[in-house]
């Protein structure tokens, strides 16, 4: 498959950024999947400048329901015709962040939560060719700090996420994790995959939400690097993270982690 990124905080590459996270797979089987739409239609016009069409995508996933993930729904379902969305059922759920002017809600707009194309996920969802959806994620082990300043639905309590899903895809000897935020931890959703799916993950890609930790420099160190050495107990699967993981921690990483993870910013496009 190829993995083209549209959206990313960052580019190598020259593309206009936003923050926020869109991912395009191009299946060997000729199937073509979009994996969030970023903030707006900036998804669709850095597409278009990488050769990529919106219109031939074949189905769609909504990750989790905030604004940086989500905000180009509108414009997809404008300018595709056919395909499905996926998201979960709690996608439309109001969303919060707490930031130093008061809460801002960071959800996505109920106006389209009745459109005959979307699909509302449970916990698990079995799709054809290969295609997992999950969530239901649990455990603490390496939960992002930064979640304490996300709240949902009621803005004085602490979201869940119980609205964020990810995507396994299968194809020849690849078994590959897609995870938008990694908001429910992503050696916890990496546990939850293999248990789903039965296999240990080749490849994951995700934005890790290291971003916002709140920790000191020496904690978060600590935390960034242990969290490294963690996922480099998988010795044979490979990490591309992204977005909200934050260069800084990505660097961190990178220094424990060396070749087994790298950066993939808006533009870069992966072969794998």
């Known amino acids: 498959m190829i993995i083209t990124s549209l959206i990313d905080n960052i580019s190598m590459k020259g593309m206009a950024t936003e923050h926020g996270l869109s991912l395009h ?19 669709m016009e850095n597409a278009e400048r990488l050769g990529i069409s919106v219109k031939d995508v074949d189905m769609a996933v909504v990750s989790h329901g905030h ?7 509108r414009v997809f379902l404008e300018n595709n015709d056919k395909a499905k969305v996926y998201m979960s059922r709690y996608a439309f759920e109001p969303h919060f962040s707490l930031r130093d002017t008061g809460m801002k809600n960071i959800g996505l707009s109920s106006e389209l939560s009745s459109n005959d194309r979307l699909v509302y996920c449970d916990n698990l969802q079995t799709l054809d060719g290969g295609i997992t959806l999950f969530s239901g994620v649990h455990g603490d082990s390496f939960y992002p700090r930064g979640n304490r300043l996300l709240y949902g639905p009621v803005n004085r309590v602490h979201d869940d996420f119980r609205h964020e899903q990810s995507m396994v895809i299968e194809e020849d000897d690849k078994t590959v994790l897609f995870a938008g935020c990694a908001h429910a931890g992503i050696v916890n959703i990496i546990h939850q995959a293999e248990r789903v799916v039965g296999k240990r993950m080749t490849h994951i890609f995700a934005g890790m939400h290291l971003v916002k930790s709140g920790l000191e420099e020496k904690e978060e160190r600590d935390f960034v690097c242990a969290l490294a050495d963690r996922l480099m107990e998988h010795p044979n699967s490979k990490y591309v993270t992204m977005h909200c993981t934050g260069i800084g921690q990505y660097e961190m990483m990178k220094d424990r982690m060396c070749d087994a993870i790298v950066y993939m910013s808006c533009g870069d496009k992966m072969r794998i």
């Open 25 to 43: 797979m191009h299946l060997n089987d000729g199937r073509r999947i979009l994996f969030d739409m970023g903030q707006g239609r900036l998804f």
């Open 67 to 73: 604004y940086d993930h989500g905000g180009g729904l």
